[in-house]
C-alpha cells in the first residue's frame, strides 16, 4: 500500500471514530447555532491532515493533533466572523479541546440532544444524529434512506435551521427537562438502529455500522448518571440482544437465514451478556416501558439453547403486553407471528387477516410473506404463492428478495 493510500485509510479510521467527539467539543465552543459553521471545521481539519500527513508523517498522537488542529481552525473561524461583536480569546481559551473522558461523554450526550430535540421530526432527529454525533457523510445516509445526497442535504438544514430558531442550549437537561426529552433521543437511537437492522432496497440486510453506531449511543446514554434510566438500560438491552444475532442472519452465500435456521453458536455471547446486565439495571424503573418489553422478548429468543426450546407461550404473553403499550401494526404482526407457534397457524392466520385493511401493511413485505408462510403451513399452496408474490412487489434488499421468491417456488412443487 502506498503512503498517500496508508494516510487515507488511517485518516478514513480516525473520522469514524473522532468526528463525533470533536464536533460535540465545537458545539461546546460555538453553542448549537452554529452546527454549519462545525461541520465546515472538521471538514477542513480532516482535509488538513489527509494533505500534511502524506509528506510529514502522522502523528505519533493522531486524535490529540485532530484535536488541536480543530480548535485553531475554530479559533480563526471566529476571528473572521465574529468581527462586529467583541470576542474575547480568554474564554475560548477556557474551553480547551480535552480529551478528559467525563467531558467527551458530557459533550457528546449533550450534542445528542440537540440533535434529538422533540421539535425535530423523527427522520431529522436521526439523520442529524447520523450526521453531527456519529460522523457519516451525506451520501452514506442517503443510500440508507433511499434518496438522494441533495435531499439529505436539504433535510439537515432545515434542521439546522429549526435548532437556530429553537435557541437550543449546549446542555444535558436534568428535572423535568430531561423527562420530556430523553424519550425523544432514545427514539432516535432505536430508529436508527432499527433503520440498520432491516435494510431497505439494495444488496444488503444490515448496514452493521448503523447498527454498531446505534448501540454504543445507546451504551453512552447507560454510562451517564443523569441520562442512565430504567429505560435507557432496557433500550441498551434490546440492541444488544438483536444485534447479537446479526452475523447469523446471513449464510455463506449471501442468503437471509430465518430464527430456525441460524447457526446459534455464531450468536455473540458477550453482547448477549450485555444485553442481561443491562436488562437488570433496567428494573430500576417505576414502570415498564415498550423497550422493557421488547428487550423481555429478545432475552426469551437468547436465552434459548435452539429454536425447539424457544418459550413461545411467555413471547406470546409479551407480545400481548407489547400490544397494550403499542399498539401498531407491525407490532400486532409481530405478535401473530408469535401466536403461530403458540396458537397453530390457523389462529395466527386468522389474526394476520384482521389487519389486512391497514394502509401501513399494504407494501410491507414482511406481512405479506407471513401470510404465505401460514398459508403454506396449511396446505393451501397457490394463496401461498400469491401471498409471496405480493411480497416481492414490495421494496426488499437483495437476500430478502432470493429468500422470498424461493418460497414463492416451493408453492409450485408437488409434495
Known sequence: MSKSGGTESLVEGLFRREAGRLAARLTRMFGPAHLSLVEDVLQDTFAAALARWPIDGAPE????????????KALDRLRREIREQPFDEALFDAMPMTEEAQVDLDDTLALMFVACHPALGEDAQAMLTLKTVCGFGVNEIARAYLTSADAIAQRLVRAKADIRKLGLTFE???????????PALLQAIYLLFTGGYTAGEGEDLIVAEFCVEALRLAEMVTRHPVTATGEAHALAALLSFQHARASARIGNAGELLRLAEQNRRLWNRDLIGRGFAHLQQAMIARELSVYHVEAGAAAVHASAADFESTDWQQLAHYYAMLEELKPTPIVRLNAAVASAYAEGPRIALLKLDSLSGD????????????????????GRREAARIAFRRALACPLSDPERAFIALRADSCRRVS
Do not use: C, M, Q
Open 359 to 378: 394502509r401501513k401493511l399494504e407494501d410491507y413485505a414482511l406481512f405479506h410473506a407471513t401470510r404465505g408462510d401460514l398459508l403454506l403451513k396449511l
Open 61 to 72: 498522537r493522531p486524535a490529540a493533533w485532530l484535536a488541536a488542529v480543530a480548535r485553531n
Open 172 to 182: 444535558i437537561p436534568e428535572g423535568g427537562a430531561l423527562a420530556e426529552r430523553l
